[in-house]
C-alpha cells in the first residue's frame, strides 16, 4: 500500500514515507543558488546555433528559474523555429525558457518560447517578456536566453542574456587567481560579474559593464580591473590574444575588449570581471 504523503519543515530526514514538496525545494535552491534565473556551469550551458534563417539550436543545459531547476539531458538540443524577416526592416526576437503552471492540476511544466518583436526600419527594440514570481504562486514566467537580430531576410545576430552561475570549484580556481593578481594591488573588491563579450569586428570582441561602482569614473586611479577568461579552450576562446579595458567617462559605462582574429558574428566569449579599490 502507498505511503500517506507527509508534508513537513524537515527536508534533510527521513519521515517513513515522501514528504518534500516542489515549493520547498524551490525555496532551498533560491537559497542555495539566488532568487534569479541562471544557467548552471557545466556541459555546453545552453549553446546557440544558426542553422537557418528560421533555425536556432539550443544545446543542453542546467536551468534554474527563481530556483526551480530544469535539466536538458547532456549531448541533447532544441531547435527553435524563428518566423521570416522581411527586406528592408530590422526585427529584434527573444528566446525564452518559459516555465507555466496548470491553475487546476497545479502541474508545472517548462518549454522553448520565442517572443516576436515589431519589425521597423530604423534601430529594432526588444519585445516585452513576462517575468512572474514563482515563489508568490504565479503561473508564468519567462527567462531571456537569447536576442536574436534580425536584419531583412538574414538572422544576424544571437546574443545571449543570460547570467551562467559558477560551480563551487570553479569559484575557488578563480578565487586562487585573484591572489595572485591582487597581490601588486591589494584592496576591497567592489565589483564581480561576468560579462559577454560579442563581435564588434574580425578582431574585436567586445562587452559593457554596466553597473560598475560610479566613482571609478570619476577617481580611475583608485582601481584596478582584473580581467579573466572563463573558459581557455575551444573556438572562440583559443583566439582571444589579449584582453583590454576602457573606462568611458562621458558614458559612464566600462567596455572590455577581447582581441585576437578571425571572429565572425555568432562568437561569443564570457569573461570575469572583478574590480579591486586599493588601499
Not at 64 to 88: E, H, K, P
Not at 240 to 248: A, G, M, P, Q, W
Amino acid at each position: 500500500m502507498a505511503k500517506e504523503f507527509i508534508d513537513d519543515t524537515f527536508m534533510d530526514g527521513f519521515k517513513d514515507g515522501p514528504h518534500v514538496t516542489e515549493v520547498q525545494t524551490g525555496l532551498a535552491n533560491q537559497g542555495l543558488y539566488g532568487p534569479d534565473d541562471y544557467v548552471l556551469e557545466g556541459g555546453r550551458e545552453a549553446e546557440a546555433q544558426i542553422l537557418t534563417n528560421n533555425s536556432i539550436r539550443i544545446f543542453d543545459a542546467v536551468y534554474v528559474l527563481q530556483g526551480r531547476r530544469d535539466v536538458i539531458a547532456a549531448n541533447d538540443y532544441t531547435d527553435v523555429s524563428i518566423d521570416n524577416g522581411a527586406q528592408g526592416l530590422n526585427r529584434n526576437d527573444i528566446i525564452v525558457r518559459r516555465y507555466t503552471k496548470d491553475e487546476s492540476s497545479e502541474v508545472e511544466s517548462t518549454e522553448y518560447a520565442v517572443i516576436k518583436g515589431t519589425a521597423v526600419s530604423g534601430t529594432a527594440n526588444d519585445p516585452a517578456v513576462r517575468v512572474g514570481d514563482i515563489r508568490g504562486g504565479a503561473t508564468l514566467h519567462e527567462m531571456k536566453l537569447y536576442r536574436v537580430r534580425i536584419e531583412g531576410l538574414n538572422i544576424v545576430a544571437v546574443e545571449p542574456l543570460f547570467q551562467v552561475l559558477y560551480n563551487m570549484s570553479h569559484i575557488k580556481e578563480l578565487l586562487s587567481e585573484l591572489n595572485g593578481k591582487i597581490s601588486g594591488a591589494a584592496g576591497q573588491i567592489v565589483y564581480c560579474g561576468l560579462v559577454n563579450l560579442l563581435y564588434n569586428s574580425s578582431t574585436d570582441l567586445q562587452g559593457v559593464v554596466n553597473d560598475a561602482p560610479d566613482d571609478i569614473f570619476d577617481n580611475l586611479s583608485n582601481y584596478a580591473v582584473l580581467l579573466t577568461m572563463r573558459n581557455v579552450s575551444g573556438t572562440p576562446y583559443n583566439q582571444v590574444d589579449r584582453l583590454t579595458y576602457e573606462v568611458r567617462t562621458s558614458q559612464r559605462v566600462l567596455v572590455i575588449d577581447g582581441y585576437g582574429s578571425g571572429f565572425v558574428s555568432n562568437h561569443v566569449v564570457s569573461v570575469s570581471v572583478i574590480i579591486v579599490k586599493k588601499q
